[in-house]
Protein backbone atom coordinates (compact mmCIF):
# COMPACT_ATOMS: atom_id res chain seq x y z
CA UNK A 1 0.00 0.00 0.00
CA UNK A 2 1.24 3.43 -1.12
CA UNK A 3 0.09 6.69 0.64
CA UNK A 4 -0.06 9.95 -1.92
CA UNK A 5 -0.50 13.51 -1.22
CA UNK A 6 -1.64 15.62 -3.90
CA UNK A 7 -1.71 19.46 -3.92
CA UNK A 8 -4.82 21.30 -5.39
CA UNK A 9 -5.58 24.34 -7.27
CA UNK A 10 -9.37 25.24 -7.78
CA UNK A 11 -11.46 28.13 -8.88
CA UNK A 12 -14.87 27.12 -6.27
CA UNK A 13 -17.76 29.30 -8.20
CA UNK A 14 -19.61 26.38 -9.58
CA UNK A 15 -19.30 24.40 -6.54
CA UNK A 16 -20.86 23.47 -3.28
CA UNK A 17 -17.55 23.10 -1.63
CA UNK A 18 -14.49 20.91 -0.93
CA UNK A 19 -16.59 17.83 0.91
CA UNK A 20 -18.71 15.34 -1.17
CA UNK A 21 -22.70 16.47 -0.87
CA UNK A 22 -25.94 15.37 -1.71
CA UNK A 23 -27.45 18.66 -2.85
CA UNK A 24 -24.51 19.42 -5.71
CA UNK A 25 -21.25 19.03 -7.16
CA UNK A 26 -18.07 19.40 -4.73
CA UNK A 27 -14.10 19.39 -5.46
CA UNK A 28 -13.52 16.22 -4.12
CA UNK A 29 -16.11 14.26 -6.05
CA UNK A 30 -14.56 15.73 -9.63
CA UNK A 31 -11.28 14.81 -8.19
CA UNK A 32 -11.90 11.18 -7.41
CA UNK A 33 -14.01 10.60 -10.34
CA UNK A 34 -11.03 11.79 -12.08
CA UNK A 35 -8.72 9.54 -10.12
CA UNK A 36 -10.95 6.73 -10.90
CA UNK A 37 -10.89 6.98 -14.51
CA UNK A 38 -6.57 6.80 -14.09
CA UNK A 39 -6.26 4.75 -11.34
CA UNK A 40 -8.60 2.45 -12.96
CA UNK A 41 -9.79 2.00 -8.89
CA UNK A 42 -12.26 3.74 -6.34
CA UNK A 43 -9.93 6.40 -4.17
CA UNK A 44 -11.30 8.20 -1.49
CA UNK A 45 -9.56 11.29 -0.84
CA UNK A 46 -8.43 12.86 2.56
CA UNK A 47 -8.66 17.01 2.26
CA UNK A 48 -6.85 19.28 4.45
CA UNK A 49 -9.67 20.73 5.69
CA UNK A 50 -12.89 22.10 3.60
CA UNK A 51 -13.43 25.18 1.60
CA UNK A 52 -16.92 26.31 1.53
CA UNK A 53 -19.41 27.33 -1.75
CA UNK A 54 -17.70 29.46 -3.97
CA UNK A 55 -14.26 29.70 -1.96
CA UNK A 56 -11.10 29.08 -4.37
CA UNK A 57 -7.41 27.25 -3.46
CA UNK A 58 -4.09 28.06 -4.90
CA UNK A 59 -3.05 25.60 -2.08
CA UNK A 60 -5.51 23.08 -1.21
CA UNK A 61 -3.79 19.69 -0.31
CA UNK A 62 -4.86 16.24 0.17
CA UNK A 63 -3.81 12.12 0.44
CA UNK A 64 -5.11 8.90 -0.30
CA UNK A 65 -3.89 5.31 -0.17
CA UNK A 66 -3.59 3.21 -3.80
CA UNK A 67 -2.09 -0.56 -3.89
CA UNK A 68 0.68 0.00 -6.84
CA UNK A 69 3.26 2.81 -6.62
CA UNK A 70 2.76 5.53 -9.08
CA UNK A 71 6.00 5.62 -10.67
CA UNK A 72 5.77 8.00 -13.34
CA UNK A 73 4.95 11.09 -11.66
CA UNK A 74 4.30 13.50 -14.71
CA UNK A 75 2.45 10.87 -16.50
CA UNK A 76 0.32 10.91 -13.57
CA UNK A 77 -0.06 14.39 -13.42
CA UNK A 78 -0.56 14.63 -17.48
CA UNK A 79 -3.76 12.40 -17.63
CA UNK A 80 -5.55 13.40 -14.14
CA UNK A 81 -5.57 16.53 -15.83
CA UNK A 82 -6.62 15.52 -18.86
CA UNK A 83 -10.20 14.57 -17.04
CA UNK A 84 -9.71 17.53 -14.53
CA UNK A 85 -9.29 20.31 -18.17
CA UNK A 86 -12.98 21.34 -17.98
CA UNK A 87 -13.36 21.56 -14.31
CA UNK A 88 -11.23 24.80 -13.32
CA UNK A 89 -9.24 22.07 -10.49
CA UNK A 90 -5.87 21.25 -11.52
CA UNK A 91 -3.48 18.81 -9.54
CA UNK A 92 -0.21 20.44 -9.77
CA UNK A 93 2.02 18.09 -7.76
CA UNK A 94 2.20 14.37 -6.18
CA UNK A 95 4.65 13.39 -3.49
CA UNK A 96 4.97 10.08 -1.89
CA UNK A 97 3.92 9.67 1.94
CA UNK A 98 4.67 7.30 4.75
CA UNK A 99 1.47 5.30 5.41
CA UNK A 100 0.70 6.77 8.91
CA UNK A 101 0.38 10.83 7.17
CA UNK A 102 -3.07 12.36 7.56
CA UNK A 103 -3.65 15.34 5.04
CA UNK A 104 -5.80 16.66 7.94
CA UNK A 105 -4.42 15.50 11.55
CA UNK A 106 -0.74 17.11 10.00
CA UNK A 107 -1.15 20.33 9.64
CA UNK A 108 1.01 22.82 10.94
CA UNK A 109 -1.05 25.80 9.99
CA UNK A 110 -2.50 27.28 6.83
CA UNK A 111 -3.03 30.51 5.10
CA UNK A 112 -5.38 32.23 3.61
CA UNK A 113 -5.95 35.21 1.31
CA UNK A 114 -8.44 37.74 1.04
CA UNK A 115 -8.45 40.06 -2.50
CA UNK A 116 -11.20 43.34 -2.36
CA UNK A 117 -10.84 45.71 -5.69
CA UNK A 118 -11.87 49.13 -3.83
CA UNK A 119 -12.98 51.01 -6.76
CA UNK A 120 -16.21 52.05 -8.49
CA UNK A 121 -15.87 49.63 -11.61
CA UNK A 122 -16.38 45.89 -11.43
CA UNK A 123 -13.49 43.70 -12.17
CA UNK A 124 -14.31 41.82 -15.54
CA UNK A 125 -10.78 39.65 -14.83
CA UNK A 126 -11.40 38.79 -11.51
CA UNK A 127 -15.18 38.08 -11.45
CA UNK A 128 -16.31 35.36 -8.90
CA UNK A 129 -12.96 35.84 -7.96
CA UNK A 130 -12.72 38.99 -5.64
CA UNK A 131 -15.12 41.49 -4.02
CA UNK A 132 -15.67 45.03 -5.90
CA UNK A 133 -16.33 47.40 -2.64
CA UNK A 134 -17.25 50.99 -4.41
CA UNK A 135 -16.42 53.12 -1.39
CA UNK A 136 -13.38 54.23 -0.30
CA UNK A 137 -12.28 52.47 2.13
CA UNK A 138 -9.89 53.76 5.56
CA UNK A 139 -6.78 51.50 4.86
CA UNK A 140 -5.19 52.85 7.85
CA UNK A 141 -7.86 52.07 9.88
CA UNK A 142 -8.47 48.27 8.12
CA UNK A 143 -4.38 48.13 9.15
CA UNK A 144 -5.53 48.73 12.85
CA UNK A 145 -8.34 46.61 13.46
CA UNK A 146 -6.67 44.22 11.87
CA UNK A 147 -3.90 43.11 14.82
CA UNK A 148 -6.93 42.57 16.81
CA UNK A 149 -7.38 39.59 15.40
CA UNK A 150 -3.74 38.46 16.43
CA UNK A 151 -3.07 35.41 18.86
CA UNK A 152 -5.23 33.71 21.01
CA UNK A 153 -9.39 34.53 20.96
CA UNK A 154 -12.23 32.68 21.45
CA UNK A 155 -14.13 32.92 17.72
CA UNK A 156 -17.97 31.72 18.62
CA UNK A 157 -18.74 35.30 17.81
CA UNK A 158 -17.01 35.11 14.19
CA UNK A 159 -18.17 31.16 13.12
CA UNK A 160 -21.40 30.26 10.99
CA UNK A 161 -24.43 28.74 13.30
CA UNK A 162 -23.75 25.73 11.48
CA UNK A 163 -20.16 25.15 12.58
CA UNK A 164 -19.43 21.91 13.91
CA UNK A 165 -16.08 22.46 16.37
CA UNK A 166 -16.32 21.94 19.39
CA UNK A 167 -13.77 24.17 20.03
CA UNK A 168 -14.78 28.02 19.32
CA UNK A 169 -10.67 29.05 20.31
CA UNK A 170 -8.12 29.72 17.36
CA UNK A 171 -4.80 30.75 17.35
CA UNK A 172 -4.17 33.85 14.75
CA UNK A 173 -0.16 33.47 13.96
CA UNK A 174 -0.44 36.10 11.18
CA UNK A 175 -2.56 38.86 10.41
CA UNK A 176 -2.26 41.31 7.38
CA UNK A 177 -3.51 43.74 5.33
CA UNK A 178 -1.63 45.49 2.08
CA UNK A 179 -2.83 47.81 -0.51
CA UNK A 180 -1.51 48.02 -4.56
CA UNK A 181 -3.03 50.34 -5.89
CA UNK A 182 -6.90 49.78 -5.53
CA UNK A 183 -6.41 46.34 -4.61
CA UNK A 184 -6.34 45.39 -1.09
CA UNK A 185 -5.02 42.16 -0.35
CA UNK A 186 -5.91 40.74 3.88
CA UNK A 187 -3.79 37.27 4.67
CA UNK A 188 -4.70 35.14 8.12
CA UNK A 189 -2.36 32.23 8.87
CA UNK A 190 -3.41 29.73 11.75
CA UNK A 191 -3.18 26.02 12.20
CA UNK A 192 -7.01 25.77 11.81
CA UNK A 193 -9.97 27.79 10.85
CA UNK A 194 -14.03 27.63 12.19
CA UNK A 195 -16.40 27.87 9.16
CA UNK A 196 -17.01 31.24 8.03
CA UNK A 197 -14.23 32.35 10.29
CA UNK A 198 -12.38 34.27 7.86
CA UNK A 199 -14.94 35.42 5.89
CA UNK A 200 -16.37 37.16 9.22
CA UNK A 201 -13.41 38.54 9.97
CA UNK A 202 -12.95 40.43 6.55
CA UNK A 203 -16.04 41.86 7.00
CA UNK A 204 -15.17 43.47 9.94
CA UNK A 205 -12.81 45.24 8.56
CA UNK A 206 -14.93 46.53 5.61
CA UNK A 207 -17.09 47.75 8.36
CA UNK A 208 -13.80 49.21 10.27
CA UNK A 209 -12.75 50.21 6.32
CA UNK A 210 -16.24 52.12 6.30
CA UNK A 211 -15.88 53.89 9.50
CA UNK A 212 -18.80 52.47 10.60
CA UNK A 213 -16.55 50.93 13.36
CA UNK A 214 -13.67 52.15 15.31
CA UNK A 215 -10.79 49.44 15.02
CA UNK A 216 -11.24 48.70 18.32
CA UNK A 217 -14.87 47.65 17.63
CA UNK A 218 -13.01 44.11 16.74
CA UNK A 219 -12.20 43.70 19.94
CA UNK A 220 -14.89 44.17 22.11
CA UNK A 221 -16.99 41.52 18.91
CA UNK A 222 -14.50 39.03 19.81
CA UNK A 223 -15.01 39.09 23.62
CA UNK A 224 -18.82 39.53 23.32
CA UNK A 225 -19.04 36.03 21.80
CA UNK A 226 -22.34 37.39 20.58
CA UNK A 227 -22.69 36.40 16.41
CA UNK A 228 -25.73 38.92 16.51
CA UNK A 229 -22.89 41.61 17.09
CA UNK A 230 -20.56 40.86 14.47
CA UNK A 231 -20.64 41.94 10.50
CA UNK A 232 -21.88 40.04 7.86
CA UNK A 233 -19.37 37.66 6.67
CA UNK A 234 -17.63 38.86 3.30
CA UNK A 235 -19.01 36.98 0.09
CA UNK A 236 -16.70 33.67 -0.88
CA UNK A 237 -15.79 35.32 -3.62
CA UNK A 238 -12.51 36.93 -2.91
CA UNK A 239 -11.38 34.29 -0.20
CA UNK A 240 -8.58 31.86 -0.99
CA UNK A 241 -6.92 29.15 0.60
CA UNK A 242 -3.53 29.99 -0.15
CA UNK A 243 -0.95 27.49 1.07
CA UNK A 244 -0.96 23.86 3.91
CA UNK A 245 2.05 23.55 5.76
CA UNK A 246 2.91 20.23 7.19
Known amino acids: MFNYLIKIEYEGTNYVGWQSQKNGKSIQDNIEKALKKVLRAKIKIIGAGRTDKG ?9 FF ?20 RNLI ?17 VKK ?5 IIFNRITSSPLHQNRSWVIKKKLNFNNMKKGIKYFLGLHDFTSMRASSCSAKNPKRTITKAQVRKKKDKIIINFESKSFLQKQVRSMV ?35 GLYLEKVFY
Not at 55 to 63: D, I, L, R, T
Not at 110 to 114: A, E, I, N, P, R
Open 55 to 63: VHAYGQSAN
Open 66 to 85: FAKEIKDKYKFLSSINFFLR
Open 90 to 106: SIINLTSKKLNFHARHN
Open 110 to 114: KTYKY
Open 203 to 237: GCLKYVGENKWKPEKIKFVLKSRRRELCAPPAPPD
